[in-house]
């Protein structure tokens, strides 16, 4: 199974690294010039959080011309989710007649952006409790390590579905198959809305927003509106109650700077429109106001627009 993975940042180069050992060629793509030149130099390297162990793959190429990669039997889009629908346009010489698309993007609206481009038939979705950080340059620390879940739009356990499922397990990718692949999204949508936004704007790790009063009733506010909102949606979540799920996500990785923090500190776009501001379009189209969460949604934009944290005209 030929695999292209479009964004070879931190999500691409540790997937892009792990299925490369599966037997099968792996080719990503890229915009950043000094990314693509370091992985055909020397490959991707991986760093384990956990224990320090530095290990090569160098069975990987990567192009910043989609049409040097070809086209895919398995494409996987892991670019930030507010770039999907422009990503997957820009590097359509990758999808051909038989080629799958599997998205595990944060946020909502993956799904929608690559039915932009390609037939809804030719998508699947998921999600994955893997963690990466990229280091630099071909360089990437593989931290939480946690399942990958998988599934058809529509539910069904298609051949296809249990082949991707097989080579991540052939590749180390812990893998499962989910006929809820809608709830599947929203459940993690609920945690990145409980986490993400507080994180970024007080600049705590994850832990922390169990430890102050203030914070984790605006947390355990913030999850409560989305989870309305699926219910008014009709969504089925996976998780029966969000909150509590948050809270021991908040634990679990409690040392952990959000990708959101991280991006703000870094003076980065964030995924603040498609989590929190999935939250307020969602809602406004079933009649459910979400006041925390565009509060949350609003403070992120300001500290996106004005970065964190610099003295301002006037102070
Ligand atoms: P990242 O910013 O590290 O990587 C994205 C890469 O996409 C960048 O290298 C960027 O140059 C590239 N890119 C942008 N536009 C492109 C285009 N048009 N064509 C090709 N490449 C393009 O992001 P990440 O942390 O790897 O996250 C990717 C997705 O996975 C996000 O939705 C994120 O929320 C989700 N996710 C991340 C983690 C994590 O631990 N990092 C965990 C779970 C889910």
């Avoid at 999600?127 to 950080?133: C, D, I, P, V």
């Amino acid at each position: 199974m030929k695999i292209v993975i479009i964004g070879a940042g931190a999500m691409g180069s540790l997937y892009g690294a792990k299925l490369s050992t599966a037997e099968a060629p792996v080719y990503l793509l890229d915009v950043w010039p000094e990314q693509v030149r370091a992985i055909n130099e020397g490959g991707i390297t991986v760093e384990d959080a956990a224990s320090g162990a530095a290990e090569a793959y160098p069975k990987i190429r990567a192009f910043s011309d989609a049409a040097e990669a070809g086209e895919a039997d398995l494409a996987i889009v892991f670019v930030k989710s507010t770039l999907t629908a422009r990503a997957v346009r820009e590097n359509r010489a990758v999808f051909g007649e038989h080629t799958t698309v599997l998205t595990l993007q944060n946020g909502l609206g993956n799904v929608e952006g690559i039915a932009e481009t390609l037939p809804r038939g030719r998508i699947i979705a998921g999600t994955t409790a893997q963690g990466a950080t990229l280091l630099g340059p071909g360089r990437v620390r593989h931290g939480g390590k946690g399942k990958t879940v998988i599934g058809e739009l529509d539910g069904s356990v298609t051949e296809r579905i249990k082949a991707v499922a097989d080579l991540f397990n052939r590749a180390g990718l812990e893998t499962e198959i989910s006929a809820n692949v809608e709830g599947l999204i929203w459940d993690k949508l609920l945690v990145n809305v409980g986490i993400n936004a507080l994180t970024a704007i007080t600049g705590v790790p994850n832990g922390e927003l169990l430890l102050h009063e203030e914070l984790a009733e605006l947390l355990a506010a913030a999850v409560a509106e989305g989870e309305q909102v699926a219910g008014a949606k009709g969504v089925k979540l996976n998780i029966p109650d969000p909150v509590s799920h948050t809270r021991e996500v908040c634990a679990a990785t409690g040392k952990n700077r959000s990708s959101m923090l991280q991006d703000i500190l870094a003076g980065r776009p964030t995924e603040i429109d498609r989590i929190n501001g999935a939250i307020l379009r969602e809602g406004a189209a079933v009649g459910i106001a979400a006041p925390v969460n565009a509060v949350l949604h609003k403070l992120v934009t300001f500290l996106e627009k004005n970065g964190a944290g610099k003295p301002r005209r006037g102070m």
